[in-house]
């Protein structure tokens, strides 16, 4: 399940992205491992809402996890 992260531009992204792997690697369960993600997001960014973060993690971990696509997803600044 593993992907190559450096071309992630976005360090937020990266790390949500790297974290979800490595936890499902490790044998947490999907759910979990989505919501500490939730949790990390919102610790780098404050300022988004729980609902927020939760519809942009979900689409990192669909675009770059699930469908392992390279193109630019939608997002923070960072």
Do not use: N
């Not at 927020?52 to 469908?67: F, G, K, P, Q, S």
Request: glycine share 6%; net charge positive.
């Amino acid at each position: 399940m593993s992907i190559e992260t450096s071309r992630i531009g976005r360090k937020c992204e990266r790390a949500v992205v790297t974290a979800y792997q490595e936890l499902r690697e490790v044998g947490q369960p999907d759910m979990q491992a989505f919501a500490a993600c939730t949790t990390l997001y919102r610790i780098h960014h404050p300022e988004s809402s729980v609902k927020e973060a939760r519809r942009l993690v979900a689409e990192w971990i669909d675009h770059h996890v699930i469908r392992q696509a390279r193109g630019q997803t939608p997002g923070c600044d960072c």
